[in-house]
């Protein structure tokens, strides 16, 4: 099985923490060229010397907001001009948690701006860079919320599903040119933003985070929270060559959460 990256270059959006991190390290494990790209410029310049590196290996930085297009778009373009990119995952902070009904309409328009349309902005630049390389992967990070929304989650559970069927349209656009584009949907993952959920949720219990967390637990068949990386190897292997021919796929990698086909 071939999933050897030596050569190919990977742009991983949202790479300073959490599942963005884990991915551009099984990259980076895999022989690819990582470019993380985030906002703080300081933590990205420590995870590049952090990443697994060979002798054949150059990683950098990028640093980006996904709400500012206009500079994501003039970076991002250089980026492409100086070096082809292979592999884009798209990838970023969810949207603050609550009930549909409570949130703003501006809630809505942001989390679009963060997440769909800085996706699309993103494709639209490097895909002509992988029809002329020959080679492409598109991975979009997104939420188990596409097959089944989760309470709480409002606007993140309407942004993700407008992502997802975003990313199987484009699948099915770019699929002649070798180019798959495919969804992880992570489950409750060992991140910031899920210790942030979990005292939400606890608070709004009354109950201590620990008996949330447990609650968590017995809503999955593996009895436990995700590690990073163990998305993040799902992440990498679509990245591969071994995977030509998975595309416009939504993969939970949830433990069995999700109680949908």
């Not at 050897?4 to 990977?10: P, Y």
């Not at 963060?114 to 993103?122: G, I, N, P, V």
């Not at 089944?148 to 997802?164: D, F």
Request: proline share 5%.
């Amino acid at each position: 099985m071939n999933v050897d990256l030596t050569g190919k270059n990977a742009l991983v959006c949202g790479g300073s923490k959490g599942i963005g991190r884990a991915i551009a390290e099984e990259l980076a494990s895999q022989g690819a060229n990582v470019i993380v790209a985030a906002r703080s410029a300081d933590l990205l310049a420590q995870i590049v010397t952090e990443l697994p590196n060979s002798v054949t290996q150059n990683h950098g930085f990028l640093v980006i907001d996904m709400e500012d297009h206009d500079d994501m778009i003039k970076k991002v373009r250089t980026l492409s001009l100086s070096k082809p990119i292979h592999i884009l995952i798209n990838n970023s902070g969810g949207p603050p948690g609550g009930p549909i009904l409570e949130a703003q309409p501006d809630e809505f328009t942001k989390a679009m701006q963060r997440h769909l349309l800085a996706s699309h902005h993103l494709v639209k630049l490097l895909a002509p860079g992988m029809k002329k390389e020959g080679y492409g992967r598109i991975i979009n990070v997104i939420s188990t919320s596409v097959k089944e929304p989760i309470a709480g989650l409002g606007v993140s559970n309407t942004t993700r599903g407008a992502v997802a069927s975003w990313a199987k349209t484009i699948s099915m656009e770019l699929g002649p040119f070798g180019i798959t584009v495919n969804n992880v949907l992570p489950g409750f993952t060992r991140t910031e933003r899920l210790e942030s959920l979990v005292k939400i949720w606890a608070d709004q219990r009354s109950i201590s985070v620990s008996e949330m967390e447990n609650e968590l637990f017995n809503s999955v068949p593996m009895g436990r929270f995700a590690d990073p990386g163990e998305v993040g190897a799902v992440a990498a292997f679509l990245a591969t060559p071994a995977a030509s021919y998975l595309t416009g796929v939504s993969l939970a990698v949830d433990g069995g959460r999700t109680k949908c086909l």
